[in-house]
């Protein structure tokens, strides 16, 4: 199925995700702060480009919703991809999630007939109370003996568990735009139930840029 027919019906949490993550200075300050200085430091953050396309398909739109930054690399290009977890629970076999997902977007590369895929880095932004516990891709595989490991597809994703932030690290961070996109998505179940609550706090970054309230 063609990611960008998959019917979607925003809820106030994917309405703020997409909001405040499309932002330019948002997308920059996190990619700074929370991805290793040996990627971002190779990045022309004025050349970011924001893919409109969801590449999230029927089977995985209960689990994620996306954003993709597109960027250049020294002598290549890579995707910077968001993906907002809906579930507040850690999926047993969200290796298996991201590769679904990550396919999608190298189809894509093959349909725009590119000379070469592009490298993907999966961002999972996670908004349980319980900690997520990253596993390596072979705990997937509990009985699997060493002589077949080399035919397991193996990569890693980046994780960002709101919950386990400490508030004084989020008010270090350069932009307050970000810090107050983290710290409301961490505590959704009182500022992103409604509309309104929605409403107020893009009031707050539209008219209070350089300031924040917590």
């Known amino acids: 199925m063609d990611s960008k027919q998959v019917p979607k019906t925003p809820s106030p949490h994917d309405q703020f995700f997409k909001g405040m993550f499309s932002q330019p200075e948002i997308a920059e300050s996190y ?47 890579i995707n910077i991809a968001f993906l907002f977890e809906h579930k507040t629970y850690q999926p047993k076999y969200v290796h298996l999630q991201l590769l679904r997902y990550m396919l999608q977007l190298w189809e894509q590369d093959l349909k725009e007939k590119r000379k070469y895929l592009r490298p993907i880095i999966p961002i ?22 060493k002589p077949l490991r080399r035919y397991l597809p193996d990569f890693e994703y980046e994780l960002n568990d709101l919950h386990q932030i400490p508030e004084d690290d989020m008010l270090k961070l350069e932009s307050k735009k970000l810090t107050l996109a983290l710290y409301s998505m961490a505590n959704y179940r009182s500022f992103l139930t409604s509309a309104e609550n929605l409403d107020r706090i893009f009031f ?11």
């Open 31 to 77: 990619i700074r702060s929370f991805l290793p200085k040996e990627i971002w430091q190779h990045l022309p953050f004025d050349q970011l480009k924001l893919d409109n396309t969801s590449y999230v398909t029927s089977e995985l739109k209960a689990y994620f919703s996306d954003l993709v930054w597109q960027c250049p690399y020294r002598d290549s290009e």
């Open 124 to 145: 999972i932004v996670y908004q349980g109370t319980k900690k997520w516990k990253i596993r390596p891709m072979i705990e997937c595989f509990p009985e699997m003996k």
């Open 204 to 214: 707050v970054f539209d008219h209070f840029e350089n300031k924040i309230f917590l």
